[in-house]
């Protein structure tokens, strides 16, 4: 027995070996038990999931099983019932697979007990050089399709080389050898772990070793100041202006009104009071004319491409709870000059609005009839929008969904798995799966701070819940730090019935 194809040895896809050759198994009623048993066989713990339909790509040569069906406590899969090896009615599109937790003692939520690592080769420097990775126990290359700064940002982080200065493709620092495990890779630049980025399968590409990406970090000179020009970085984000001494801590905010009609700034500064001020981001006029802070000037922000994905990294930074809107056409008052920021493209799981790209600072075409602005939900109960241009009638805490939304995994093998459940009017009810996906799982997992998302199961993998089925239809972008950021149905307001409850693994 087995598995390939997965991130590390306790996941993958099942394989059998029979007649002096590897085979496959059929998903034909895979389940949790059976998976059990090729977890406990494999000596990598408790079964997380059993995904099918190929979950982790599709073998080659014989399917050797079909019809498995384990009571979950044999020893080894021939233990298990099965059809004749060889006799099924299935194709590769239908491969078995397994998630075990790992060693089973050192158990991980993620379930990675090796996980893979990461080195920069070719370069004097140790922060530049050619992307390598280690899989399998042999160290590969990464190709350069679609490689672009937003992968470069989760090397140079994971490494502690401070920001990414740039992403070399085409071997900038030299051909490698062995095989090129990566390719495709899409990372959106806020990851804590290289391989929680988006890529093809270990292995797969269609690329030469002419196309072995790279990457140049700012890396970090010994007094902990950024090198000249370079702009520093604070607990892995960029700030404006350059020369602060870095801090590897952020600076605790004080909480504040998000929707005084005066002028309001909350800064994020250095804990070295000789540094030059670092504020990044503050609400003017209302609730607010957004303006951010960069040599030593606050300036706006024109609303060319502005949306609410850039909102709601501006009120997350200021700790104002969700985006409610992102206004446009000065709706908060004109500024004055400089216009410092053009055509931001947030993501909007960005902790800092300086993460997200724009053009060079000063760099627009815009007037300050153009000037950004935000209205974020963090209001105090029965605080009502005051009436403005740009601002809805109604209050902002008419929200069906609020921020604090409580979560819990339920029925599941261990804390980081489980039927998902959400919690309102002080009763725990489901969600339904319909378009529930991987995306709305990564979010939850990040709530509960269980690391990545695994699998997004539906159809009540663990087990039907009981009434009620708070939502349905959840739709995230998977950047979201809370599942009640996502866009959410009123509560209770579904065509489900509890054989849909959702769940997640971790």
Request: hydrophobic share 35%.
């Amino acid at each position: 027995l087995r598995l390939v194809n997965g991130p590390h040895r306790c996941a993958g896809r099942v394989e059998v070996f029979h007649s002096q050759q590897w085979g496959t198994v059929c998903d034909d009623s895979w389940d949790l038990n059976d998976a059990a048993v090729v977890c406990r066989q494999l000596g990598c713990g408790t079964a997380v999931s059993a995904p099918g339909s190929s979950g982790f790509g599709q073998g080659s040569g014989p399917i050797w099983l079909d019809g498995v069906s384990c009571l979950g406590t044999e020893a080894t899969l021939a233990e298990c019932s099965v059809k004749p090896w060889g006799h099924h009615a299935c194709n590769h599109v239908e491969d078995a697979s397994v998630v075990c937790s790992g060693n089973p003692h050192r158990l991980l939520c993620s379930g990675i007990a090796n996980v893979p690592r990461l080195r920069l080769v070719g370069d004097l420097s140790k922060c530049a050089g050619r992307v390598e990775v280690f899989y399998n126990n042999e160290w590969g290359t990464v190709c350069d399709d679609n490689w672009d700064l937003m992968d470069a940002a989760v090397v140079c982080r994971q490494l502690g080389c401070g920001v990414a200065l740039s992403a070399p493709s085409l071997a900038q620092f030299g051909w490698g050898v062995g095989p090129i495990w990566l390719d495709d890779v899409s990372c959106t630049g806020q990851e804590t772990d290289f391989f929680e980025c988006r890529a093809k399968m270990w292995g797969i590409h269609n690329c030469h070793h002419g196309e072995d990406a790279g990457v140049v970090c700012a890396g970090e000179s010994r007094d902990g100041r950024a090198p000249a020009g370079v702009m520093p970085q604070w607990d892995g984000r960029a700030l404006p202006g350059a020369g602060g001494v870095l801090s590897p801590q952020p600076w605790a905010l004080s909480p504040a009104l998000c929707a005084s009609p005066t002028h309001r700034d909350i800064s994020v500064v250095l804990p070295d009071a000789s540094a030059i001020n670092t504020s990044t981001v503050r609400l003017v006029d209302g609730p607010h004319r957004v303006e951010v802070f960069y040599n030593n000037e606050w300036g706006t922000v024109c609303d060319d491409n502005w949306d609410l994905m850039d909102a709601a990294v501006v009120c997350r930074q200021l700790g104002c709870g969700m985006a409610l809107s992102a206004l446009a056409g000065a709706s908060f008052g004109r500024g004055l000059d400089p216009i410092w920021l053009d055509r931001v493209a947030c993501f909007g799981g960005e902790s800092t609005l300086t993460v997200c790209r724009a053009r060079p600072w000063g760099i627009n075409s815009c007037t300050h009839e153009e000037d950004a602005g935000v209205v974020c939900s963090g209001l105090k109960p029965g605080s009502v929008l005051p009436s403005h241009r740009g601002w809805a009638s109604s209050s902002a805490l008419d929200a069906n969904v609020t921020e604090g939304t409580q979560v819990r995994l339920v029925n599941g093998p261990n804390r980081c798995a489980g039927r998902v459940e959400v919690l309102h009017e002080q009763q725990w009810g489901t969600v339904c799966d319909d378009s529930w996906d991987l995306k709305d799982a990564k979010v939850v997992c990040r709530q509960l701070g269980d690391g990545t998302a695994v699998s997004a199961p539906g159809q009540a993998h663990f087990g039907q819940g009981l009434d009620p089925i708070w939502l349905d239809d959840v739709e995230c972008t998977g950047m979201e730090t809370t599942l009640s950021q996502c866009s959410l149905r009123s509560w209770g307001l579904h065509n489900c019935n509890h054989d849909e409850d959702v769940g997640v693994v971790c």
